[in-house]
DNA sequence: AGACGTTTCAAACAATTGTTTTATGTGGGG
DNA sequence: CCCCACATAAAACAATTGTTTGAAACGTCT
């Protein structure tokens, strides 16, 4: 436990698991297999953690400590648009940044086909804040023009348009055979998503008082 | 077999077995609780198929003969906007309209975070010809003035809006409570992401030809 | 009614699952 | 040297899995 790196038993079942329970789900993946591939014996499992369930939990757990901060620090000083871009930059490094072990994303999109009872806890703890953050950003694009309801589908385009890349590998690698392989790929697709949404952003209309007085509402 | 409504055993598996399917995952789901809710014995699920991957995969086809087209029939006729506006309307019913069995997306949700060899057949079948079908409206809306690379891009923005819907109920639901719930709501959302993207797509330069020019492109 | 193909069912099968038990090794103080 | 807490390993356990079996029930002809 002297460095950041640990190679103890326990260590190698979390990172064997999360492959495991990426590829599987977590009915369909065995203890064996894990254990197997962890280079442990069966019984680890129930020694290290209480059952299997347990390890589970500390693999999810495990994957989203690695995480780091979707927001930038001196986000106070940035014109937001760069905060947006910042954000959705951050996002997409999570979910194709070849550095990054790639069975992160496909946990969580797991998560969002079969929730257990993890799942509450890391939306509360982790995306509920980052997402109120993003459409507060997005509320100051808007000049104050977009009431709730238009705020609320705005936040759900920018991040539907990043998770699509976290959800959909199959479909992409099949469309778009050269997409995944560009270099610079998070970079360029950054830049688009923000290009994107701010050009959409700046041209549409606000709540639609028909055509009258904007500027005033503030 | 003189109605639509098929009602004998097969059916009936099929039915079951969709919701048990898109709840737990192939492996996870077992034939003793899909035969339980389908109210017939174990043996009829290897009586019917050959065996649980076959009922499997009747199961996935079963729910994509169900799915309307995304393409207006008269396509040629309508301008692009009216175009795209009709299959993001079509792509968000399949998603959200209550009266549709809400296993489908959930079933295909876990395809993408798990293929199974049935997924590469139905990504040819139906999702490729969409995407190349949605791709040349894109095109046509920037009056030629995208490249292959940023048409990808502008392709996967416009899709990334509409399956966020499929794929993220749970955060939806957390995050924006009355999102779900308002009436009329695949309208506001297909009315929404249309004008979004026909907004942004209207005003994001063209291939990267730096500043010039951009009025004469039509 | 009797014979026959089809459908349904309860029981049993072998294989695999998560977990527990039991035994074996390992190091460090009394 | 022995004892003991800890770590690892092999084997066994009970429960559950998909699948098969063989007999009973059903309907339809001659």
Known sequence: MSTTE???PRARLIEAAGEVFAEHGFRAATIREITRRAGVNVA????????????????????????????????GALPPEDRLHHFVHALLSRFLDPRRPRWHGQLM????????PMLRHLIDEVFRPNCRWISGVLSELGGGRFDAEQLDYITTSVLG??????????????????????????????????????????????????????????
Chains 1, 2 share one sequence.
């Open 6 to 8: 640990e190679t103890g």
């Open 44 to 75: 680890a499992v129930n020694y290290y953690f209480r059952d299997k369930e347990e390890l589970y939990s500390a693999t999810l757990l495990h994957a989203h400590k690695a995480a780091c901060t979707l927001r930038p620090e001196d986000a």
């Open 109 to 116: 999109a797991r998560e969002m086909a079969e929730p257990t």
């Open 161 to 218: 348009q990043c998770v699509f890349y976290r959800q959909n590998r199959p479909i992409i690698q099949s469309f778009f055979p050269d997409l995944l392989g560009r270099d610079a790929l998070v970079d360029r697709l950054a830049r688009h998503i923000t290009d994107f949404s701010l050009a959409a952003i700046r041209n549409l209309p606000g709540k639609s008082l028909h055509h009258e007085h904007l500027a005033e509402s503030r």
